[in-house]
């Protein structure tokens, strides 16, 4: 096996407080408060200068129009001194701005291991604020010499191991006892544990993460976590010990495709704890070889994909307390540092966030039960189970049954998904897994003693814990059912990366499962650290040359070479910038992007056309029932065509980036570049007799049409032939792959036919998302005909062809949407009344505060309540005949002060109005 020898580049630490996300309300007379003030901490591996932490608070008034003229900020160095109001680390002094989220900190240089406190006042337009109650944040090890502890493992398969085509590799646990003899302060732990791992200190389990730490690709960067284990601590002897799983590290599970797949080594760790003492005193405890070692504990095997083995006779009790016999453990290697630099962990934990009943147990011909969780879920399976020592229980997962009721498990590979638990004996016993989860939704419960009842069972919900933003309902149950399952499916695809799927041999990052989709997702999930996080491990996927991986971390070695996936890369950086206002991503990665599209441009720009494309329209609807991918070539779309839309689209992003990046002398590169290849796209697939675009498909058509390619002269004449196609050729269907669906929504409702938006998203007929939902899918499949396509390519868990379904849903059916660059500080809210839903009610708790968006339709009147954060501003369009029919709150708009018209336009009523709570009326 080889191991990476690069030293680290820089070690970096912060810990990002659990604290900061506390969200607290402390009003004054005006009614004017600060919520949720939180800290964000930006990590830059070039130098410590660059330690950037910026604070956001959210503002809440009962006053419309309320505007935030000044902000004090004071950051000292204990929650004492901020109760005198002295902020001797930073006092921002009053700064005349209206700005409150991303405020960048501009204090003394921060110090590795230390703790700051922080509050904020603010004053407004209609008064001021109290001071918000105080945050905090940590800082970790900041340099490499901060770091003494050593990279500690076992660089060998136990005598009871297999490392084989499906390797088994056991857990291996570490412990070490050792004495403080005076009362203690404070301690903190900084521990990385690779693939994953769990730590404990006097028996107790510390933290309530799971599957830690973030996964990356650990040659480039390791993730590490901090925890304040001071409660955990004793004056006196002290045992501290780890569980090591195998993860994404020890990926010889699938070293019979060794082209395919990166292997890291063997498992291995690396703690620090810096204890400091009442006296002012400190001390180290460090991994190294004074440690103890041992992989015969209970947890025989451990794999993502195949499950996990745990006999509980083997369970070393009391291993994690003071006093514990550990004369036949090991001691452990001093190994190989993994490579790359360290930082802190800075996006959410994977937490068992949800925990659900089965639906229903039943008993299946082979004498088997099989559990319904009534939801297809990632995560694991709780279970309680009384039986005799050495009795086995083996739980088989699977997204589907058979028409006998058995499990349908060929859609999963080889992946054999199965959790085996064996027996102590006695009394009640308790187990769910530490280092595998399950894409599921059935479970066959094999050798149970007795018989197993619905309660013996809890589903386990896993993954990224990322706060949920958006709630959304309709009076179409069927949208509401494609809603939920969305909800399903994102979260199923978080594990520390966005992953194609969670069930089968592969959950791989692939790239363009979530591209548009991250902005969809945005809606729902809170997810600007988890994306930035990731656009970090897809610049580590870049070759010195400049190409991108596939997949990200690169785990599988896929540099295709296709232009159209690792476009995501720019795609994610801008949706961050659209829907949180943060360019910093953008700024961090501006320099890869451009290399990655000289690249591109360097070896496949033929004549400013793109040649290389590999995945086209990627699993558009086929035409029989089997297929998996469509044999028709009027439903594919043209590779080269694809290419060079998305390169023309990808220009006028780096466009757009390089202004914000401060790198303005390349706009007027990108923009010749751009005219040059709209000119040849035009000449070589648009056909001005017919106006239709190469082979006409849908995607043919939109992506020139959505990207602003189109001649302003034909642009209503190529939408007719979408509308022709979708209308009459299709029958009201959608006919796109992974890439048109990205846009199909918006592109149909801003060229004025949302209606046939909706006829889509409403459909219950192959093929449409209604389609699975009426087939019993309670998440999104991988393909529109995931009910009876062949089983290689068939899982029941992608969420890549949501595409812009959530975005259509939240700002085009709700009308809740930021204005371009703002990060919600001015909305543009324009709900779209479709025929066939009668209300809306939509929220979304945005960065800047709580939007609401409510519509309700009673024959022709319209009342429509919204709610405009404070701070903010929205450009409204209330559907309307006339704007002398719109009241607000029962009266009249003349005179209103906070509702100002601007004009009428297309049946809607504008006007701009200022923060506040609204209820409007109008006839339509
Ligand atoms: C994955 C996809 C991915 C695709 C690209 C599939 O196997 O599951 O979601 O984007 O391959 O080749």
Known sequence: MKLNKTPYKLLFALLLSGACLFSFRAQDATGIAIQNPRCELLVNPEGIDALQPRLSWEITSNVRGTDQIAYQVLVSSSAEKLSDNTGNVWDSGVVKSDQSIQVSYKGKPLQSGTEYFWKVRIWTNKGESAWSEVQHWSVGLLKPADWQAKWIGYDHAFAWDSVSKFSRLSARYFRKEFSSAKAIKKAMVYVSGLGYYELYINGSRIGDQVLAPAPTDYTQSVKYNTYDVTAQLKQGSNAIGTILGNGRFFTMRQNYKPAKIKTFGYPKMLLQMDIEYADGSHSIVASDDSWKLTGDGPIRSNNEYDGEEYDANKELTGWTNTGYNASAWIKPEVVDVPGGYMSAQMNEPVRVVETIKPKAITKIANGNYVIDMGQNMAGWINMHVKGDKAQRVELRFAETTKSDGDLYVANLRDARSTDVYTLKGGSEEQWHPRFAYHGFRYVEIVGYPGVPKIEDFEGQVVNDDLQNVGSFETSNPLINQIYKNAYWGIRANYKGMPLDCPQRNERMPWLADHATGSYSESFVYGNDSFYAKWLDDIEQSQKPEGQLCDVAPAYWNY??????????????????????????????????????????????????????????????????????????????????????????RMLTLMKRFAGLAGKSRDIAEYDAM?????????????????????????????????????PVEDRKAVFKNITDKILIE???????????????????????????????????????????????????????????????????????????????????????????????????????????????????????????????????????????PANTKALIYVPATSAAGVSESGKSLTGNPDVHFVKMEAGRAVYRVNSGDYSFKSHI
């Not at 296709?562 to 501006?590: N, R």
């Not at 796209?681 to 020139?704: D, E």
């Not at 939902?773 to 005909?785: I, P, S």
């Open 559 to 648: 540099y295709s070479e296709d232009f159209t996936w690792p476009a995501t890369y720019l795609v994610v950086a801008d949706m961050l910038y659209d829907q949180y206002g943060d360019k910093e991503p953008i700024v961090k990665h501006y320099a890869s992007m451009k290399k990655w599209m000289n690249y591109m441009r360097d070896k496949y720009l033929k004549d400013n056309i793109l040649t290389k494309d590999k995945y086209g329209d990627w699993c558009v609807p086929p035409e029989s029932p089997e297929l998996i991918h469509s044999k028709d070539t009027l439903r594919g779309t043209d590779g080269h065509l694809i290419a060079t839309a998305y390169y023309y």
């Open 674 to 710: 751009a005219s040059k290849i709209k000119a040849t796209f035009n000449q070589t697939f648009f056909n001005a007799k017919t106006k239709r675009y190469s082979n006409n498909s849908v995607t043919s058509n939109l992506l020139p049409l959505y990207f602003g390619m189109v």
């Open 730 to 868: 299709n029958k009201g269907h959608i006919s796109t792959g992974v890439i048109g669906t990205q846009f199909l929504m918006r592109m149909l409702t801003d060229n004025g036919r949302a209606d046939i938006a909706y006829r889509i998203a409403s459909n219950t007929d192959y093929p449409s998302w209604g389609y699975m939902v009426k087939n019993g899918a309670t998440t999104f499949w991988e393909l529109w005909n995931g009910n009876t396509a062949a089983p290689q390519m068939n899982s029941q868990n992608h969420v890549m062809l949501l595409g812009d379904l959530l975005v259509w849903f939240y700002e085009n059916l709700a009308g809740i949407k930021t204005e371009s660059a703002q990060g919600f500080h001015k909305l543009v809210m324009k709900p779209e009344p479709v025929a066939g839903l009668t209300f809306v009610n939509a929220s979304y708790k945005s960065v800047s505060g709580m939007v609401k968006s409510n519509w309700k339709k009673e024959g022709s009147s319209f009342s429509w309540e919204i709610s405009v």
